[in-house]
């Protein structure tokens, strides 16, 4: 894990919920300052229409021990993302981690073929998944670049095996194409970044308890193994906290730069590094997809936690 990181910067674009959250309330713990950027305040909701604010994160990462700070950003606008970049200059005067964590999963158009989901929220999916990503990292990268040891998080759903390998048809092709290219992204900025002692990875959670799925399962936190509608899979679920302590243990790895380039997930960093989610146990839970769920084999969720 990260030592004191009290002198640290980091910026989490896409802090307001889900796995954004967890990476930046665990990043707080470390004693680091995290800029906590989205969309929702407590005076203005996004498209998302959910009750979860960038002041709300930005508390609790300060509560964890670190210093959040709440910027409202839409990251598909650039002028908003430079002027954001620049009072990060303006206030620290470095930029040592990004983590890129903007999608749209309410913009998800669920089990249909191209030709028959909506046009305008699948084109939008691509300007939050990709388009955004883009963009941040073009005026953020300025910053980060300045010193060696720089890390960019590219936040995506399924490593770049699990997405070469099997194609989920009920999440259709826009949400396919926008999560294959960060893995492409992270190759490109880590190799921009190399030469400059940064590093750039892409990283996916498993099966992530967000607020919108624990709500949609009827269930909290505390209680999630007590649902009586999620499918057996829910099993290999995983806290916001998980991936959020797998960008922790990078971001504290003074040998990071062996990760440069590749696409890594929560559960595989667990073994790695040792960290654990909050009960105690290392879900993995895109090795139970592949080998169990998808692929046929025998054994169970709890086998893989």
Known sequence: MAADWRDRVVLVAGATRGAGRGIAVELGAT?????CTGRTTRTQRSDYDRPETIEDTAEMVTRAGGAGIAVRVDHTVPDEVRDLVRRVESEQ????????????????????PIWEQDLTKGLQRLRTGIEAHMITSHFAL???????GGLVVELTDGTAEVNERFYRSECGAFFDVAKTALHRLARAQGEELAPLGGTAVSLTPGWLRSEMMLEHFGVTEENWRESTVAPPGFAISESPAYVGRAVVALAGDPDVARWNTQSLSS???????????????QPDAWRFLQEVEWGGGGGDAADYR
């Open 31 to 35: 004693g680091a300052t995290v800029y």
């Open 93 to 112: 005067g470095r930029l040592d981690v990004l983590v890129n964590d903007l999608g749209g999963e309410h913009l998800m158009d669920w089990n249909k």
């Open 142 to 148: 300025a910053l980060l670049s300045r010193r060696s």
């Open 267 to 281: 559960g595989f960093l667990a073994k790695e590094y040792g960290f654990t989610d909050t009960d105690g146990s």
